[in-house]
């Protein structure tokens, strides 16, 4: 039977998995990688340390799995849509004052260049329009204007290669520096699709103060761009084969942003038929990759622009097809915050450890206890007085406003488990109401969602679940294996070598079935009110930044 390799770098981890032809994760291997903070604002990693991590978890998944290395068929790589920098024989360059050149990336949580995407946007140019109408700091730009800017002669000067982290790891496995028209329509603002143009705009990077960045036929950012699948090079190189342990010439497929990568293995799960359901076309299912931020992914035939929503992506998930990508760009993370800096925590992490389950199934089980004491029909009523306004780092979507602060209304001096449990509930109901924002604006414009699927760490959570189903009011697909990204991007192998004809045909073939969710209708106006008092919180903040900055 062949196999494949998907290999997915995360925020604080890479892992890796062999995957069979079915889409079953016959083996798993993580290895963490480093993340270093020099100053607020600023997270950055290491390229060659990010490498090291791929070499050793896809020896360890190889070697676990019991697959003979003949039977490896291709191999898909996904990985944050990260930046890094190297000079023009390959070596790391330094992004950070101190000069460290271990320190060759900048992470995609990095909002140093606030100041440059302000200034990008300003320009208002046609492009941005493909990116909700608003740049984000997150994204390539700004931060190669900032790079130049802040570190013209220790970083800008010595550059030669600008990979997004999903193309540095093809390019390190096959030689190749093509890349993936995932990352360049996502994150660099290359222009794919339109009437037939497809390459980078020469005005907007001239407008932008980046147009040495189209010296020597854009040698430094790609001269080519292949659809996510596409082969790269001549397959796995001999030195990337000899470090991995694997044949030289399996086939390795264009990459994937990590969030695409799950959005792919998700699309073509289909529920199992104890429910009597009919499952929309493909363009009516929104994919929620939930991590440490969360995407909210949906394909669709045509263009379709909705304001503070990224894309439309043209052939960014399958080819042909354009994506549009709503985000909240702290979720998992958000509720660890929430619940890591409560004076109770160190309960709950005991609690948990003593009884060897997750701090969330012990808060969950708070809260039940909560409402039962109460006499609540619900849970989610508990939190009637305790509202949250969910933007602790800015909002991505559908507001595109890197500059909003997170918000809690409904403070006592309660310091207990219970009141840790009550924050944790208002905080995922919140992250559950930017969703309903963000479909709102989505269904506003002419897209139509239907159905959600959910995969990623979150999807665990049995509160974090309910709370999206019953406040979208949308049915929502469990697909039954866990690793959707780790299978997205083994599909990404799978179509470069050639064993489907299509990658739309992969991800058919190896998307597995899954579980439906329904909706209950039972707290629908009560949801309904804790969305009208969500609104209402954002434009408070607001109405106080004006007083603030009045004369």
């Not at 990985?79 to 992004?95: E, I, N, Q």
């Not at 701090?359 to 989610?380: F, G, M, T, Y």
């Not at 045909?505 to 039972?522: D, F, K, R, W, Y």
């Amino acid at each position: 039977m062949p196999y494949y390799l998907g290999v997915d770098v995360g925020t604080g981890s890479v892992r890796s998995a062999v995957v069979s032809i079915k889409g079953q994760v016959v083996s798993v291997a993580t290895k963490p990688i480093q993340i270093w903070s020099p100053q607020t604002g600023h997270y950055e990693q290491s390229s060659r340390d990010v490498w090291s991590a791929v070499v050793d978890t896809i020896q360890t998944a190889v070697s676990k799995s019991g697959v003979n290395k003949e039977d490896i068929r291709g191999i898909g790589f996904d990985a944050t849509c990260s930046l890094v920098v190297l000079d023009r024989g390959g070596a790391p360059v330094s992004v950070n004052h101190s000069g460290s050149e271990e320190q060759d990336i900048v992470m995609w949580m990095d909002h140093r260049a606030e100041d440059q995407a302000k200034r990008i946007n300003a320009t208002n140019h046609e492009v941005l329009k493909y990116v909700g109408g608003t740049i984000s700091l997150e994204m390539q730009a700004p931060k190669l204007l900032w790079l130049k800017e802040k570190l013209h002669n220790t970083c800008w000067s010595k550059a030669g290669l600008l990979f997004d982290l999903p193309d540095f790891l093809t390019w390190k496995a096959t030689g190749s520096s093509s890349r993936s028209l995932c990352s360049l329509v996502c994150k660099w603002n290359y222009q794919a699709g339109h009437h037939g143009n497809q390459g980078w705009s020469e005005d907007y990077f001239s407008q932008i103060s980046l147009q040495d960045l189209m010296d020597s036929d854009n040698t430094k950012i790609g001269t080519e761009g292949k659809p996510p699948g596409s082969p790269c090079g001549d397959g796995l190189s001999q030195d990337a084969a000899e470090e991995m342990g694997l044949a030289p010439g399996i086939a390795v497929g264009a990459s994937m942003i990590d969030a695409y990568a799950g959005a792919l293995g998700c699309m073509g799960c289909i529920p199992r038929s104890e429910v009597n359901y009919n499952l929309p076309d493909i363009t009516s299912r929104l994919v929620l990759v939930c991590g440490t931020s969360t995407c909210h992914m949906i394909v669709s035939k045509m263009e379709v622009f909705v304001p503070g929503v990224w894309g439309p992506f043209y052939s960014s998930i399958l080819p042909g097809l354009w994506t549009t990508e709503g985000g909240q760009s702290t979720t998992g993370k958000l509720i660890d915050f929430i619940v890591q800096s409560h004076p109770a925590y160190q309960e709950v992490k005991t609690a948990a450890q003593e009884r060897n389950i997750h701090e969330h199934d012990i808060i969950n089980e708070v809260l039940e206890k909560q409402a039962k004491q109460r006499n609540l029909p619900s849970v989610c009523e508990l939190t009637e007085d305790l509202h949250i306004w969910p933007d602790f780092h800015g909002n991505r979507s559908p507001l595109a406003d890197p500059t909003l602060k997170g918000m809690i209304c409904g403070l006592t001096l309660n310091c207990d488990m219970n009141d840790l449990a009550l924050k944790y509930l208002a905080t995922i109901q919140a992250i559950a109401y930017g969703t309903k924002h963000i479909i709102q604006e989505m269904r506003g414009k002419g897209l139509d969602v239907s159905v959600m699927y959910m995969c990623g760490g979150l999807r665990k959570n049995s509160v974090y679940l309910k709370t999206h189903v019953d406040v979208t009011g949308l049915p929502l697909i469990l697909p039954d294996e866990e690793e959707s990204v780790l299978v997205g991007a083994a599909m990404l192998g799978a179509c470069a070598s050639n064993d489907f004809p299509s990658l739309e045909v992969a991800m058919e073939t190896m998307g597995g079935s899954g579980t439906i969710v329904l909706p209950s209708t039972a707290d629908k106006s009560y949801h309904e009110k804790k969305f009208r008092v969500f609104l209402e919180m954002v434009a408070d903040q607001r109405k106080y930044d004006v007083i603030m900055s009045s004369k």
